[in-house]
T-cell receptor, first 113, second 115 residues
Framework: DQQVKQNSPSLSVQEGRISILNCDYTNSMFDYFLWYKKYPAEGPTFLISISSIKDKNEDGRFTVFLNKSAKHLSLHIVPSQPGDSAVYFCAASVADSNYQLIWGAGTKLIIKP | ETGVTQTPRHLVMGMTNKKSLKCEQHLGHNAMYWYKQSAKKPLELMFVYNFKEQTENNSVPSRFSPECPNSSHLFLHLHTLQPEDSALYLC??????????????FGAGTRLSVL
């Protein structure tokens, strides 16, 4: 049973508009959440993270929102740019989990010019 | 360049071959990881090494054998693989300290095809 789910395999957004990527989780013990971005032929790269004691974290065009009661987090990208086209992975961890991250299956974001 | 280098980038092998994947990190990290990524599936953690000691082995078949001679190098030895082992194998490293954050830095991966 997947503890971290990204239910949209792909998302297409017009350049300049907002991209919203969603992630749901089932384990209430998760205390840290991370978003990674992956281009073809490259490994995932860290994008932004959020602690479970917060509900929002912002870094430039990227904002992550956490709704603990709904066990849901989202990544907002605004404005979307062609270089944002990539696969986005959501991951979660527990403080005493011996360094393990639990990953979602990813959402492929396509930015249309 | 992420500071984590994996070789080779592509590997084709028969089921009776023996090969090794190599990972090297130049970030001064002390934890290293092997992941398997199959198409449209979450990353699967295979092995974790912390301070050169293996701390996790997520029920990985014995045909995969890791080796971590020091905190900068990690190998994955492969033998008698099956076609279903074809996947992208990713290496990552992180700095042990703030476990909760656990930001991992990834190499570009080795695309493995087993014939």
């Amino acid at each position: 049973d997947q503890q971290v789910k990204q239910n949209s395999p792909s998302l297409s957004v017009q350049e300049g508009r907002i991209s919203i990527l969603n992630c749901d989780y089932t384990n209430s013990m998760f205390d840290y959440f991370l978003w990674y971005k992956k281009y073809p032929a490259e490994g995932p790269t860290f994008l932004i993270s959020i602690s479970s004691i917060k509900d929002k974290n912002e870094d430039g065009r990227f904002t992550v929102f956490l709704n603990k009661s709904a066990k849901h987090l989202s990544l907002h990208i605004v404005p979307s740019q062609p270089g944002d086209s990539a696969v986005y992975f959501c991951a979660a961890s527990v403080a005493d989990s011996n360094y393990q991250l639990i990953w979602g299956a990813g959402t492929k974001l396509i930015i249309k010019p | 360049e992420t500071g984590v280098t994996q070789t080779p980038r592509h590997l084709v092998m028969g089921m009776t071959n023996k090969k090794s994947l190599k990972c090297e990190q130049h970030l001064g990290h002390n934890a290293m990881y092997w992941y398997k990524q199959s198409a449209k599936k979450p990353l699967e953690l295979m092995f974790v090494y912390n301070f050169k000691e293996q701390t996790e082995n997520n029920s990985v078949p014995s045909r995969f054998s890791p080796e971590c001679p020091n905190s900068s190098h990690l190998f994955l030895h492969l033998h008698t693989l099956q076609p279903e082992d074809s996947a992208l194998y990713l290496c990552a490293s992180s700095r042990v300290g703030d476990v909760a954050k656990n930001i991992q830095y990834f190499g570009a991966g080795t695309r493995l095809s087993v014939l």
